[in-house]
């Protein structure tokens, strides 16, 4: 079991993050975002998708699309990725899961919460296949 960090050791833990690349920094600083995001999301789209009045079988579609889509279009991603650039596919994944969003937002009817649901599976996809080869290649 690792023991927590002491107040000696903060500066060498900050002085090791200074010392990654910019986009590492920003990398971990995002991170940090969604982590927040996703704690709100994963806590308010139950209450926002059954306060629109629909039932808990679409509910449990809905919230099904993401990791459904995310299984179908891994391996493609991963087979992309080195074309198209990680920082490129972090930034694609974070642009769809903003649309996706929206869409859930905006235009809350059955079709296109649904659309937006698959959107927001291929931006987890692209953000989540992409992080950690992006942060090898931003921190060596």
């Given at each position: 079991?690792?023991?927590?960090?002491?107040k000696k050791e903060a500066p060498t833990y900050l002085k090791h993050v200074r010392a990654f690349s910019r986009n590492a920094r920003f990398f971990l600083a995002s991170t940090v975002f969604f982590g927040f995001m996703y704690g709100l999301y994963y806590l308010?789209?139950?209450l926002?998708?059954?306060?629109?009045?629909?039932?808990?079988?679409?509910?449990?579609?809905?919230?099904?699309?993401?990791?459904?889509?995310?299984?179908i279009v891994?391996?493609?991603?991963?087979?992309?990725l080195p074309r198209i650039g990680y920082k490129r596919s972090l930034l694609v994944g974070t642009f769809f899961?903003?649309?996706?969003?929206?869409g859930w937002v905006f235009l809350p009817e059955k079709t296109t919460l649904i659309l937006s649901s698959a959107l927001f599976g291929l931006g987890s996809s692209l953000i989540w296949i992409s992080s950690s080869p992006f942060m090898v290649a931003s921190s060596t």
């Open positions: 079991m690792r023991k927590p960090m002491h308010f789209f139950n926002y998708i059954l306060g629109l009045g629909y039932d808990q079988e679409f509910l449990g579609v809905l919230a099904s699309i993401p990791s459904l889509v995310t299984a891994a391996i493609p991603v991963g087979v992309v899961q903003m649309l996706a969003l929206l």
